[in-house]
């Protein structure tokens, strides 16, 4: 009780503080989400009510609670964004922001903020874009073009693996996609604290989604503030589409692409080469 | 591995000088000098490249961290100097600085670099890198770089000093310095600089060292004479 009351006094202490500095600033920031505008100062009540305590009055990710949450909660003074469907190194859409709210980030302590209204929502992403003055200065990246996905063949499943080995996508995710690769246990954040690869024998949802489309997404436009690169340069929209249909026979799914890869696999074992470093994998 | 070096700031340095005779046709001023230490330096770590037998056979002598290389005299290496007050607003220079992964390292360890200026990384290497500019002023960006990729061209909007870091070779550590003024330098092995055409006016000089930070000395260049300034950084092991 006594804690709570504290709690309550030093929000109410800050409100009166973010309220006098939010004058100042002149906020007019706006949030865009298909037909509807979010107000930041809209926006800056639902933060305080249910974002704050992780994300801090000031948006660093220095809330209260943030001492006991691994992961760390996202610093929004950065402006840096791993779920986005823009290039690496570009501000994400407001509906990328919008979206990763309302998904959730599966395997942390951010949950899926379904039960706020979509107004609430649009409005805490104004807010949001207050906390760095890149939302000003630049403009959000173009969103990439993800051509229809082609038949999940295991033609393409099989080039997919041969990229997943020439990409070197095992030496974090590990041959198998167990998250055991071996640069895994050095990975760390931009914030250097540790982060592991997804591995993909848990068969979660990816933190950017679910679909084959947020998976093509995820490594085409890179995890920003992560160790995930993006492959954008790298591979052309066929070979993205067969990497991820390589990527989903990794996972223990009921999945199309699982199904046709284990139909294969047991009469062609034999026929792969180990994943891993050339000489032996591993 | 170091004729690799030397071959590298080479060409930096003639880029460089290059550039300023296409800015001040007049020959100007030179700023040299020396960075040493005082007090003790911490010791290099040696880098274990084991897991990447392709980049490890590069190196017939082990690899150290280089985040505070001395040399003989107490000369520190790698330290920036440039003119951080003073100097007019020089045009971007065309010419790209040029960034190599080589043997699992960042050559040069210290690229600099002017605001707008492109920036060309290469990756030499049979092995996958990861390039991971850890920039807060300028937007952060993660590319993955495979083999036989072409290079990647970029450039940074703003003043900042960057870290830079593979993620796939955790060893790997460099540095982007960029900078609104094309007078710079790094120095070499034996801790010297020298910056070449400088016009007459009042400068601030700043070196800047990436664990020791900045120092800054004011000097002022009336003519085309050889004006030379030397700085101590106070090392600490750790």
């Known amino acids: 009780m006594r804690l709570h009351a504290r709690v309550v006094a030093l929000v109410s202490g800050l409100t009166v503080l973010l309220s006098a500095a939010g004058a100042a600033a002149g906020w007019a920031q706006e949030s865009h989400i298909g037909s509807l505008t979010g107000h930041a100062a809209a926006g800056k009540k639902v933060y305080r009510r249910y974002c704050i305590l992780c994300h801090g009055p000031d948006g660093d990710g220095n809330g209260e609670n943030a001492l006991w949450i691994d992961p760390k909660p996202r610093d929004f003074t950065l402006a840096v964004f791993k779920c986005r469907s823009t290039p690496s190194g570009t501000l994400p859409t407001d509906q990328d922001v919008f979206d990763a709210m309302t998904r959730g980030f599966v395997t942390t302590n951010m949950p899926a903020w379904l039960p706020l209204t979509h107004q609430n929502r649009a409005d805490a992403v104004a807010y949001i874009k207050t906390f760095s003055p890149k939302w000003s200065s630049l403009k959000p990246g173009a969103p990439i073009t993800i051509p229809p996905e082609p038949a999940a063949t295991i033609e393409s499943m099989l080039r997919g693996r041969g990229l997943f080995q020439k990409m070197e996508c095992w030496k974090c995710h590990g041959p198998a996609g167990h998250g055991d690769g071996q640069s895994a246990k050095t990975l760390t954040d931009n914030k250097e604290n540790p982060i592991p690869p997804y591995n993909f024998s848990t068969g979660s949802r990816f933190k950017c989604g679910a679909t084959n489309r947020d998976l093509y997404r995820i490594f085409m436009t890179g995890l920003d503030g992560t160790p995930m690169p993006s492959f954008a340069d790298d591979l052309k929209p066929a070979d993205a589409w067969d990497l991820v249909h390589f990527l989903r026979t990794l996972q223990p799914l009921d999945t199309p692409e699982a199904a046709i890869w284990k139909a294969w696999l047991a009469s062609h074992a034999r026929d792969l080469k180990p994943i891993g470093p050339p000489g032996g994998g591993q | ?238």
Request: charged content about 15%; overall charge neutral; glycine content about 8%.
């Open chain 2, 1 to 238: 591995m170091r004729a690799q070096y030397v071959a590298v700031l080479a060409t930096l340095a003639l880029g460089g000088s290059a550039t300023m005779v296409h800015t001040t046709p007049s020959a100007g001023a030179t700023i040299s000098g020396k960075v040493t230490y005082t007090g003790t330096p911490p010791k290099m770590k040696p880098i274990d490249m084991a897991k990447e037998p392709s980049c490890a056979k590069q190196h017939a002598t082990p690899v150290t961290t280089e985040n505070v290389v001395t040399g003989s005299g107490n000369a520190l290496r790698y330290v920036v100097v440039y003119l951080s007050a003073g100097d007019q607003a020089s045009s971007t220079p065309g010419e790209a600085a040029r960034y190599d992964q080589k043997g699992c390292q960042y050559i040069p360890h210290v690229a600099v670099m002017q605001v707008d200026q492109p920036l060309e990384i290469y990756n030499d290497d049979q092995t996958s890198h990861n390039i991971h500019p850890l920039a807060k002023v300028n937007p952060e960006w993660n590319k993955s770089q495979p083999i036989g990729a072409p290079p990647i061209h970029t450039t940074w909007a703003k003043p900042e000093f960057i870290p830079v870091k593979c993620n796939v070779h955790p060893w790997m550590h460099g540095w982007f310095v960029v900078l609104t003024t094309s007078r710079h330098a790094v120095t070499g092995p034996d801790g010297e600089f020298s910056i070449t055409g400088v016009p007459p006016g009042k400068y601030t000089v700043t070196a800047w060292q990436e664990q020791f930070l900045s120092q800054t000395q004011d000097v002022t260049i009336s003519g085309t004479e050889t004006k030379t300034i030397d700085f101590v950084f106070k090392a600490t092991p750790y």
